[in-house]
């Protein structure tokens, strides 16, 4: 699986009630530095309950211009989330033909815990 694929997938809790989508991956550089940079590991999903778009960098907490695209991204992702990534319980895979004929989803873990998405 390529990062891409987890972009605007909808996420379900374990119950299977849907929580919005996910619109960004954040990862932590923290491997051993190699030639360029220190290995990458997935570290969350951000996950948006209203929209599929991106927050083109808005997350920012200290990003305030320009107006009105700053506050209106805000407004259009109140409610998203970050969530890390032991606990999400299953992603959608190339071979899963569980949900043959469903539209591939993120699930998360019982008790999975929200956490603000902001830089």
């Not at 699986?1 to 997938?9: F, G, K, V």
């Amino acid at each position: 699986m390529i990062a891409s694929d987890l972009l605007d997938t909808p996420v379900h809790d374990d119950a299977g009630a849907h929580l919005g989508w996910v619109v960004d991956l954040r990862f932590v550089l923290d491997g051993r530095p190699s030639t360029y940079l220190a290995g990458a590991r997935l570290h969350g999903l951000v996950v948006s309950p209203r929209t599929r778009t991106s927050f083109l960098g808005f997350e920012r907490s200290d990003v305030r211009h320009p107006w009105p695209v700053a506050p209106l991204l805000r407004w259009l992702h109140r409610g998203t989330f970050l969530v890390h990534w032991p606990d999400v319980a299953r992603v959608p895979g190339a071979d899963d033909d569980t949900d043959r004929g469903r539209d591939p989803v993120v699930v998360l873990r019982a008790g999975y815990v929200r956490y603000e998405p902001g830089l």
